[in-house]
């Protein structure tokens, strides 16, 4: 029972263009999403974050969209930089406070 | 910054001996939660934690878990006659706040393995 998908385990970028991470959910209910960026040997630390009553919101590079009605949420980094290569994780909390994470997908930010 | 902490860093324990997993939270926040990430799989919800008692848990945290805030500033999860399938990265977190936008700050994690 996979509420949170991230179908691409992997994506491979060139500096300075532009990386998009997709991520798609089943629950409605969903009321949070959340996408976290993990290096290895560490835990994930938080990104970016949206509301389930927003459609977009933006932090420097970082931009995350949110589609609800096709259940749909995306990462965009631009410019991306080879620090950026990590494993990013969507997250989904429901409103019982209860948080549901994605397999991640793999960046690599090619110099 | 204040970071969430967890130790050890690696356990090696042999199969069905307990073990107890550390995390110290950000001493501000008020909600707590252990995950699970098996190698190459998600990362897993196990519990949540609030005022002292479970608020949520998932069908993993069965009878052989247990989470306990011993003092003001730990809050540690134990294991009970481990099993093979219990090797897994287990991440701490916590939060200020529940609700919407309160992010989870995350520990780097104890990983687990049973021999």
């Known amino acids: 029972d996979q509420q949170v998908k991230q179908n691409s385990p992997s994506l491979s970028v060139q500096e300075g263009r532009i990386s998009i991470l997709n991520c798609d959910y089943t629950n409605s209910m969903f009321d949070y999403f959340l996408w976290y960026k993990k290096y290895p040997a560490e835990g994930p630390t938080f990104l970016i974050s949206i509301s389930s009553i927003k459609d977009k919101n933006e932090d420097g590079r970082f931009t995350v969209f949110l589609n609800k009605s096709a259940k749909h949420l995306s990462l965009h980094i631009v410019p991306s930089q080879p620090g950026d290569s990590a494993v990013y994780f969507c997250?989904?909390?429901?409103?019982?406070?209860?948080?549901?994470f994605g397999t991640g997908t793999s960046l690599t930010v090619i110099p | 910054e204040p970071e969430v902490t967890q130790t050890p860093s690696h356990q090696v324990t042999q199969m069905g001996q307990e073990v107890i997993l550390r995390c110290v939270p950000i001493s501000n926040h008020l909600y707590f939660y252990w995950y699970r990430q098996i190698l190459g799989q998600k990362v897993e919800f196990l519990v949540s934690f609030y005022n002292n008692e479970i608020s949520e848990k998932s069908e993993i945290f069965d009878d052989q878990f247990s989470v306990e805030r011993p003092d003001g500033s730990n809050f540690t999860l134990k294991i009970r006659s481990t099993k093979l399938e219990d090797s897994a990265m287990y991440f701490c977190?916590?939060?200020?706040?529940?609700?919407?936008?309160?992010?989870?700050?995350f520990g780097d994690g104890t990983r687990l393995s049973i021999l």
């Open positions: 997250a989904a909390k429901d409103t019982g406070n209860q948080f549901y």
């Open positions: 977190a916590s939060t200020l706040m529940q609700g919407v936008d309160q992010p989870q700050h």
